[in-house]
């Protein structure tokens, strides 16, 4: 499994401070929603001149002007933009359309899609990289939720890669890495940035993983 970071600060010094601690066991760096409606696309170009090696995620969680607003996140320095789920299918078409110009990826965002497996089969068949089974804030105190979730949509999905987020801690990550099938990746964010050690937390994690 990768682990995906979610920084959700509104600065990108904040978000580079973070990174400086946690930065050896990421394979995903994300410019949260949030930070990126703070600061713009130039948080993306900052983090990619910052870490290279890793991929940068831009949480557009795009609804419309799928390829405009995906192209030029790209060119910003995103590897990966996401689009909601619940958006119409010529979004999305032209996020990908922008992604794979690029040499780039696209990941669906199915926070709030009622008819999960259904429509995770068909964006799967559009083509997208990565779908995200998202928890609202409303269930995080229900891991079963994305787990459950996972599974559904794991019968639908047969090329893209699939991970689960909302409210992941470390005393969580061995129950998910245990169960199957496992997410390709986990995303965390809260459970890494209000840390003490980050750092410490970041690692355990990944260790937990294997």
Same mark, same amino acid.
């Given at each position: 499994m990768k682990l995906q970071a979610a920084i959700d600060y509104d600065t990108i010094r904040e978000a580079l401070d973070l990174m400086e601690k946690i930065h050896p066991y990421v394979d995903i760096v994300e410019i949260g929603t949030m930070l990126g409606l703070?600061?713009?696309?130039?948080?993306?170009?900052?983090?990619?001149?910052?870490?290279?090696?890793?991929?940068? !995620?831009?949480?557009?969680? !795009?609804?419309?002007?799928?390829?405009?607003?995906?192209?030029?996140?790209?060119?910003?320095?995103?590897?990966?933009?996401?689009?909601v789920g619940l958006a119409n299918d010529d979004t999305c078409r032209g996020i990908l359309k922008a992604a794979h110009e690029r040499n780039k990826e696209a990941m669906v965002d199915m926070?709030?899609?009622?008819? !999960?497996?259904?429509?995770a089969e068909a964006l799967d068949k559009m083509g997208f990289d990565y779908i995200l089974v998202h928890t609202a804030h409303d269930m995080l105190?229900?891991?079963s939720a994305p787990i459950d979730a996972l599974?559904?949509?794991?019968?639908?999905?047969?090329?893209?890669?699939t991970g689960?987020?909302?409210?992941?801690? !470390?005393?969580?990550?061995?129950?998910?890495?245990?169960?199957?099938?496992?997410?390709?990746?986990?995303?965390?964010?809260?459970?890494?940035?209000?840390?003490?050690?980050?750092?410490?937390?970041?690692?355990?994690?990944?260790?937990?993983m294997k």
């Open positions: 703070c600061e713009g696309f130039r948080a993306l170009t900052a983090m990619k001149e910052h870490y290279p090696h890793l991929k940068v !995620l831009c949480d557009a969680k !795009l609804v419309d002007g799928g390829y405009d607003i995906a192209a030029r996140a790209f060119d910003a320095g995103a590897d990966i933009v996401t689009v926070i709030g899609v009622p008819n !999960l497996a259904e429509r105190s229900c891991l599974k559904a949509i794991r019968k639908s999905v047969k090329n893209a890669r689960i987020s909302g409210g992941i801690t !470390l005393k969580q990550i061995p129950e998910i890495a245990a169960d199957r099938p496992r997410p390709d990746w986990i995303v965390v964010g809260g459970a890494l940035y209000n840390a003490q050690n980050p750092g410490e937390v970041a690692k355990q994690m990944k260790e937990a």
